[in-house]
């Protein structure tokens, strides 16, 4: 069973930076898209950036300018990275890694779903 695992969030105040982590074990991944989703409570959740296979980035205009995706394919394990810099308590939220495919436009995750870890921003 593929297990991706979220890890980085904590409470921060407002303007301060944290970086998410998550990884995945398989070499397989490393030709897949991956996606950060957040949701916050009692809201749906939200793509809010996303990476190809081959390093093209797209972010949610909320966060654009704020955020970083980036990647690493080791040789077993993928490690995707969510840089967030001067965060807002808007950005309050349980953030989740995903791993899919680019169709067109449209990011479609496959795999991940996970617990996610906890951003919490205070003012």
């Known amino acids: 069973q593929v297990q991706v695992v979220e890890s980085g969030g904590g409470l921060v105040q407002a303007g301060e930076s944290l970086t998410l982590s998550c990884r995945v074990s398989g070499s397989i991944f490393s030709a897949n898209a991956a996606g950060w989703y957040r949701q916050p409570p009692g809201k749906p959740r939200e793509l809010v950036a996303r990476i190809s296979a081959g390093g093209r980035t797209n972010y949610a205009d909320s966060v654009k300018g704020r955020f970083v995706i980036s ?28 791993f899919g495919t680019i169709i067109g436009t449209n990011y479609e995750p496959n795999v991940g779903w996970g617990q996610g870890t906890q951003v919490t921003v205070s003012s």
């Open 71 to 98: 990647r690493d394919n080791a040789k077993s394990t993928v490690t995707v990275y969510l840089q967030m810099n001067s965060l807002k308590p808007d950005d309050t939220a349980n953030y989740y890694c995903t």
